[in-house]
Nanobody, 116 residues
Framework: QAQLVESGGGLVQAGGSLRLSCGAS????????MGWYRQAPGKQRDMVAS???????NYADSVKGRFTISRDSAKNTVYLQMNNLKPEDTGVYYC??????????WGQGTQVTVSS
């Protein structure tokens, strides 16, 4: 069973930037959609950004203009460039990939903390 591994989280001051990466250990079957989700303390996990195989992008309203999602399909890797970070961006960020067979993969999460 393939697993997703995120990296790039950490502690940053408000206004700063971070770049998250997510790759797969093991073989993944025909990935169509890739995305990033965020879970703040005491809240549900919400979609932050997603990108299809044709590189159609979708963003949560709260991150539009500040975050950019990109992918390297050949490597089954997805990235999230986060600029002008705000304290409300704090949370655990999870990578998500969906195959054409409707298999859903999740990473273990990486913590992002933005101090004011």
């Amino acid at each position: 069973q393939a697993q997703l591994v995120e990296s790039g989280g950490g502690l940053v001051q408000a206004g700063g930037s971070l770049r998250l990466s997510c790759g797969a250990s093991g073989r993944l079957a025909d990935i169509t959609s890739m995305g990033w989700y965020r879970q703040a303390p005491g809240k549900q996990r919400d979609m932050v950004a997603s990108i299809t195989r044709r590189e159609s992008r979708n963003y949560a309203d709260s991150v539009k203009g500040r975050f950019t999602i990109s992918r390297d399909s050949a490597k089954n890797t997805v990235y999230l460039q986060m600029n002008n970070l705000k304290p409300e961006d704090t949370g655990v960020y999870y990578c998500n990939m969906i195959s054409s067979y409707s298999t859903i993969y999740w990473g273990q999460g990486t913590q992002v903390t933005v101090s004011s």
